[in-house]
């Protein structure tokens, strides 16, 4: 898992540093929304992001979400919420037009709810993005990936996984 995690990271590195130079947009702080569905799970969140740095190209980039679990309690379906954070390095791929396209990845901790499991999870994510500028400091953003953890909800009959498998997400960014 380290060996993977170090080559992913080095790739990223490696190829952001002779990337396409962004707009000055680019090297601010930023804040933001979204909303996303890992797997079946649905959730919402927040994000901040540092400002960007080596060739403005790459940022560290930290989430905190608050997801829901469907699952059978009681004989009958319901949401359970949990919560997951992540922290990673987003690298920038250029700018095109008004558009500018990046990949992340990085760790995420995933904290359940004790009505389907007792275990916190840890594990990687991955994503490509797309921000999209209508104002020089604003920003929304569409990003499609994949969350592996191995988390289940040993708690529940046939032991279901929860937050693993593709991850997609769309939401609003303010650069400061």
Do not use: C
Request: glycine fraction near 14%; proline fraction near 2%.
């Amino acid at each position: 898992m380290k060996n993977t995690f170090f080559l992913l990271f080095s790739i990223l590195i490696s190829s952001s540093i002779y990337a396409q130079e962004t707009s000055e947009v680019s090297n601010h702080f930023s804040l933001g929304y979204q909303i996303g569905q890992y797997q079946d799970d649905f959730g919402f969140g927040l994000a901040a992001t540092s400002p960007y740095f080596l060739k403005n190209s790459v940022a560290i980039r930290a989430r905190g979400n608050f997801m829901f679990f469907e699952h059978v309690m009681n004989e009958e379906t319901t949401w359970s919420p949990y919560t997951n954070v992540q922290l990673g390095l987003v690298g920038v791929g250029g700018m095109v037009g008004n558009m500018r396209l990046y990949g992340e990845g990085g760790g995420i901790v995933i904290f359940p709810n004790a009505d389907f499991s007792n275990n916190v999870e840890f594990g990687g994510y991955g994503l490509f993005g797309f921000e999209f500028y209508m104002w020089e400091r604003m920003n929304y953003h569409i990003e499609i990936g994949g969350v592996g953890s191995g988390a289940r909800a040993e708690l529940k009959d046939n032991k279901p996984i929860y937050s693993n498998g593709l991850s997609i997400s769309a939401g609003f960014r303010v650069h400061f």
